[in-house]
């Protein structure tokens, strides 16, 4: 009886072991779906917004931390040095200093 009472009480450390192999990233993916949930409903459809105050193609546009978008060179009607920066909030285009030399 002394033996098997050891052999059950060496097996729980590898039972629990398992148990949180298995447990923790199943806790994980549950979280992640539950932040992911909200957006399952959008319908991720581009809406039209304020235009850029200068026509270009061939830009860089980089999104930055503060949400807003930072759009940069590239071509009109030849290479562009302007900058302009859209703010999602008010979705409003407002033109910022300007580039060097035009790219």
């Known amino acids: 009886m002394k033996t098997l009472h050891c052999l059950i009480a060496g097996l ?17 993916v549950g ?10 409903g959008l319908s ?5 917004t304020g235009s850029l105050a200068v026509a270009r193609s061939n830009h860089t546009a980089t999104l930055l931390l503060s949400g807003q978008v930072l759009v940069a060179g590239g071509f009109g009607t030849g290479p562009l040095a302007t900058v302009e920066l859209y703010d ?4 409003t285009w407002t033109t910022t200093g300007s ?5």
């Open 12 to 28: 729980r450390p590898a039972v629990s072991n398992a148990a949180n192999r298995i447990a923790v990233p199943s806790l994980v």
């Open 31 to 40: 979280a992640a779906l539950v932040l992911v949930q909200p957006c399952a």
């Open 44 to 48: 991720f459809q581009f809406e039209q």
């Open 88 to 91: 999602p909030t008010l979705a």
């Open 99 to 103: 580039l060097n030399s035009p790219r």
